[in-house]
């Protein structure tokens, strides 16, 4: 078995999968026009019957603050060993591999090998590094959008019953809504690229053990496996 993860960042990937499922439900939830409302008109009712309309904007500036709280005592704690390698990492792209991996996955998932082969199409994924071209994207679009939300979130916690700051928030409020909904369609995809794709079940059991098999890593991270400071190997 080949250590992936660290006990830290599987806390961390968890801790924000959560929060992001919690922030993302009751911010819906405040969308109380029902043009804007993508789920349905029983969703805030759902809430707002529970907690009240300001219950629920109080619950959602808090899970939101919480949140940043964590995440920057994390970046303090981990900023040299866990976090600057990880956008070191995600930053590191090669366009033309990443995208014939990203259409060639699609093609494989959708198609099949078998499929791609008798239409004459090349099934074979280009070698990755430590993430493959999907994760990448996804990583970037998240931290991203998570920077928006942040800043965002500020400007509209901190403007709450003024008067004659109308502008500043529309704009804030424009933002937040922006970064919300890059987060809402890729979460989905992360989640059933993680979870439910075939042949990503180590994948997924790595976030809780923090380990992957040896066979899994050279086929789906070879990159990975070539690097100075690649990993650790502890065979069982």
């Keep these: 078995m080949i250590r992936r993860h660290t006990p830290s960042a599987i806390f961390m990937h968890w801790f924000n999968a959560l929060c992001w499922l919690l922030l993302l439900a009751s911010g819906l939830a ?3 026009n029902p043009d804007m409302q993508p789920v349905g008109a ?3 009712r759902l809430w707002n019957g529970a907690l009240g309309a300001g219950g629920l904007l109080d619950l959602h500036v808090t899970l939101g603050a919480a949140w940043l709280a964590v995440y920057v005592v994390y970046c303090l704690l981990y900023l ?3 976090v600057l390698p990880f956008l070191r990492e995600i930053f590191r792209l090669t366009p033309g591999q990443d995208l014939a991996w990203c259409l060639r996955k699609g093609l494989v998932l959708t198609l099949g090998e078998p499929a791609m082969r008798r239409l004459g199409l090349n099934p074979e994924l280009p070698p990755q590094g430590f993430y493959n071209a999907g994760q990448k ?3 970037i679009a998240a931290v991203a959008g998570s920077l928006g939300l942040v800043l965002s ?5 901190l403007s709450r019953g003024l008067t004659d700051a ?3 928030v529309q704009w804030a409020l424009f933002v937040h809504l922006a970064c919300a909904g890059i987060v809402a369609v890729g979460l989905p995809v992360h989640i059933y690229m993680a979870a439910l794709a075939p042949g990503e079940g180590p994948a997924l059991r790595s976030m809780f053990t923090g380990q992957v098999p040896e066979a ?3 086929h789906h991270n070879p990159l ?5 400071d690649g990993p650790g190997v502890m065979r069982k």
């Design 137 to 139: 994207l996804f990583a």
């Design 216 to 218: 899994f890593a050279r």
């Design 166 to 168: 109308e502008n500043l």
């Design 153 to 157: 979130g500020v400007l509209l916690a």
């Design 80 to 82: 040299r060993r866990e």
């Design 42 to 44: 029983w969703w805030p």
């Design 224 to 228: 990975w496996l070539t690097e100075p």
């Design 30 to 32: 405040l969308l109380a």
